[in-house]
């Protein structure tokens, strides 16, 4: 049994704990990504780069910054 929900949460744990002003993620899930965007620590510290969930592919990356960025699409 794989437990992928308690691993997730274990990681969204961890990005609290530790704090950091950048996490990057590699090879994410869909459902983990769903479950980044409700937990409110990463809402009220985090600004997300753009969302892989309406690309059709199973896993991406994402990126968790304290400074907000500007959008390069300008």
């Known amino acids: 049994i794989l437990q992928h929900k308690t691993r997730f949460e274990f ?3 961890m990005i609290e704990n530790y704090n950091a002003d ?3 993620l590699n090879e994410i899930t869909k459902n983990f ?4 965007c409700k937990n409110k620590f990463i809402q009220e510290n985090y600004s997300m ?4 969930e309406n690309y ?4 991406g990356n994402l990126i ?3 400074i907000n960025c500007e959008s390069l699409d300008k």
């Open 33 to 36: 990504l769903k479950m980044a």
């Open 64 to 66: 968790l910054s304290k």
């Open 11 to 13: 990681i969204l744990k």
């Open 49 to 52: 780069s753009d969302s892989f």
């Open 22 to 24: 950048f996490v990057g």
């Open 56 to 59: 059709n592919i199973k896993e």
